[in-house]
């Protein structure tokens, strides 16, 4: 799920498991490290980010458990190769 929260995005991801989960996307070159997700105490991943106005796709990237589409977001895109993007707009006015 994201939200907006001020002038910064909030990425949460309901997932207890895992060592390690981040925020993947156009928005900083599909790292699979840029952008953390922290645990907090009731298991949810949260992060969050300052973007630019515009549309945006990501995934959120478990390490050992590979990727994961967040379907709770503004919308998702299917690609060619089946998999599906999570997309997040942004609007001019944040």
Same mark, same amino acid.
């Given at each position: 799920?994201?939200?907006? *929260? !001020? #002038?910064?995005?909030?990425?949460?991801?309901?997932?207890a498991e &895992?060592?390690?989960?981040?925020?993947? !996307? @156009?928005? #900083? &070159?599909? %790292? /699979?490290?840029?952008?953390?997700? *922290?645990?907090? /105490? #009731? +298991?949810? =991943?949260?992060?969050?980010?300052?973007?630019?106005? +515009? /549309?945006?796709?990501?995934r959120y990237?478990?390490? +050992? +458990?590979? =990727?994961? /589409?967040?379907?709770?977001?503004?919308?998702?895109?299917? $690609?060619? @190769?089946? $998999? =599906? @993007? %999570?997309?997040? $707009?942004?609007? $001019? #006015?944040?």
């Open positions: 799920m994201v939200t907006c *929260r !001020g #002038n910064e995005y909030e990425f949460r991801l309901e997932r &895992g060592e390690a989960v981040y925020v993947a !996307g @156009d928005f #900083n &070159g599909w %790292s /699979t490290d840029a952008l953390a997700m *922290r645990r907090g /105490t #009731n +298991g949810q =991943w949260v992060a969050r980010v300052r973007l630019e106005a +515009g /549309t945006y796709h990501f990237y478990v390490a +050992g +458990g590979g =990727w994961l /589409t967040d379907f709770a977001a503004f919308g998702v895109k299917q $690609h060619a @190769d089946g $998999h =599906w @993007d %999570s997309v997040l $707009h942004v609007p $001019h #006015n944040n």
